[in-house]
């Protein structure tokens, strides 16, 4: 069970969170879990949302983004969201499973998505502190600058989700994925 109020329905969150669960139910059919629990704040679930949105018209594909949201959430051992992120690369992005495995050992099987996986999990690990080395590799894999920008953010995004579940111990409504270390 959760250790936060989770709003059993829309209905049950902050009035001024309403219309924004009601746009997260309208795009996808239903309201998971990390978002009702998000609502107690009507800002940060207004901030989550507006900077999902805005990475979600960025530059790098939605399977990009969905390798790194695993990688990331295997290094902060989040099981919500290796859960839902499972889920969302196999059923949105078209994920093979060997690919999604790939991708939460921090890699991918695909050259160039690889390299942007790679460097994701390197920047989750040492909190932003990569080398040069590391990052000549992502730019002579074709990434330009605002691509490593996104990517970045995407890790910074992915952690904040992680952590918010985490803390929260939310209740998983996604088929159950486990960290692949304890």
Not at 23 to 50: C, D, H, M, T, W
Not at 65 to 71: D, G, P, Q, S
Not at 105 to 128: H, M
Request: charged share 20%; with cysteine.
């Amino acid at each position: 069970m959760s250790h936060l109020y989770t709003p059993a329905t829309i209905a049950d969150a902050p009035a001024a969170s309403q219309a924004l669960l009601e746009a997260v139910n309208k795009q996808f059919g239903i309201v998971p879990n990390l978002f009702r629990l998000v609502a107690n704040s009507p800002q940060a679930l207004e901030g989550y949302l507006a900077l999902s949105g805005a990475l979600g018209r960025g530059t790098l594909p939605a399977q990009t983004r969905e390798r790194i949201a695993l990688a990331v959430a295997e290094i902060n051992r989040c099981t919500y969201c290796l859960s839902a992120h499972s889920y969302l690369g196999k059923n949105l992005a078209k994920l093979d499973d060997a690919e999604i495995l790939a991708n939460r050992r921090g890699t991918s099987t695909d050259a160039k998505a690889d390299a942007a996986v790679r460097f994701a999990a390197q920047v989750a690990r040492e909190r932003g502190h990569v080398g040069a080395a590391l990052l000549q590799a992502i730019k002579e894999a074709g990434y330009d600058d605002a691509q490593i920008i996104e990517i970045v953010l995407h890790v910074a995004l992915n952690t904040w989700t992680n952590y918010i579940n985490s803390v929260a111990a939310t209740d998983i409504d996604f088929p159950l994925v486990q960290p692949l270390t304890a």
